[in-house]
């Protein structure tokens, strides 16, 4: 009787995969990653992987430089620098990652702050909404072409593209008073206790938007 063994080299690939599935795991796990993007980590381990360690790279720059705050906002939610967040980062991994598979995470990402909003768990010590999640995949989207227009960029020159492009109007922010009272399209406050809906009739408006 013949009996047929798989080569060795697909003991290896098959290993391989399961460290990588495993490793993965452990990332979404510690830093509390919802059940979407724990599945876009498993079907995409090598960019998972890549994606990891770039981002500890651009929270150091995002968490410790206080140029941000002078040049943009301190809004970290709605405001330009959660745009600048958003931005940065998927430039940061489209040097290194095709927008394709991000465009996923980016999507998988907005899942779990849908989640999130369902089990009323806040982030940046908001409830997600629907505007919010139009924003942040537009800003992703801008953060795509700038990272795969300057991939030999380093994470320093590639803030400042962000902050430049983020002034001048191309991303997508919430409409404000300087004090952070959201306003509506009509220019009137928008009182968020008083609202228990997915859809929060705020107003998204250019990134060149002056609070007043």
Same mark, same amino acid.
């Given at each position: 009787?013949?009996?047929?063994?798989?080569?060795?080299?697909?003991?290896?690939?098959?290993?391989?995969?399961?460290?990588?599935?495993?490793?993965?795991?452990?990332?979404?796990?510690?830093?509390?990653?919802?059940?979407?993007?724990?599945?876009?980590?498993?079907?995409?381990?090598?960019?998972?992987?890549?994606?990891?360690?770039?981002?500890?790279?651009?929270?150091?720059?995002?968490?410790?430089?206080?140029?941000?705050?002078?040049?943009?906002?301190?809004?970290?939610?709605?405001?330009?620098?959660?745009?600048?967040?958003?931005?940065?980062?998927?430039?940061?991994?489209?040097?290194?990652?095709?927008?394709?598979?991000?465009?996923?995470?980016?999507?998988?990402?907005?899942?779990?702050?849908?989640?999130?909003?369902?089990?009323?768990?806040?982030?940046?010590?908001?409830?997600?909404?629907?505007?919010?999640?139009?924003?942040?995949?537009?800003?992703?989207?801008?953060?795509?072409?700038?990272?795969?227009?300057?991939?030999?960029?380093?994470?320093?020159?590639? =803030?400042?593209? !962000? %902050?430049? /492009? *983020?002034? &001048?109007?191309?991303?997508?922010?919430?409409?404000?008073?300087?004090?952070?009272? +959201?306003?509506?399209?009509?220019? =009137?406050?928008? !009182? %968020?206790? /008083? *609202?228990? &809906?997915?859809?929060?009739?705020?107003?998204?408006?250019?990134?060149?938007?002056? +609070?007043?």
């Amino acid at each position: 009787m013949i009996i047929f063994r798989r080569p060795y080299f697909f003991k290896l690939k098959s290993l391989h995969f399961i460290v990588l599935f495993c490793f993965c795991c452990v990332c979404c796990a510690a830093q509390k990653r919802s059940k979407y993007e724990w599945l876009w980590a498993f079907t995409h381990p090598v960019a998972a992987i890549q994606v990891k360690h770039i981002s500890k790279a651009c929270y150091s720059i995002y968490k410790d430089d206080q140029h941000l705050k002078t040049e943009l906002d301190s809004f970290s939610n709605g405001g330009k620098l959660d745009a600048f967040r958003h931005v940065f980062f998927m430039a940061a991994f489209a040097q290194h990652v095709k927008p394709k598979k991000l465009r996923k995470l980016g999507k998988a990402h907005e899942k779990g702050n849908y989640r999130q909003y369902l089990r009323s768990l806040k982030e940046d010590n908001e409830l997600a909404d629907s505007l919010g999640m139009i924003m942040d995949l537009n800003n992703n989207e801008i953060g795509f072409v700038i990272g795969s227009q300057n991939k030999k960029a380093d994470l320093q020159n590639l =803030k400042q593209t !962000v %902050i430049s /492009e *983020i002034k &001048s109007g191309k991303a997508l922010i919430m409409k404000r008073r300087k004090d952070g009272i +959201y306003l509506d399209c009509d220019g =009137k406050p928008v !009182v %968020i206790k /008083e *609202i228990h &809906s997915w859809y929060v009739p705020k107003c998204l408006v250019s990134s060149e938007f002056v +609070y007043r």
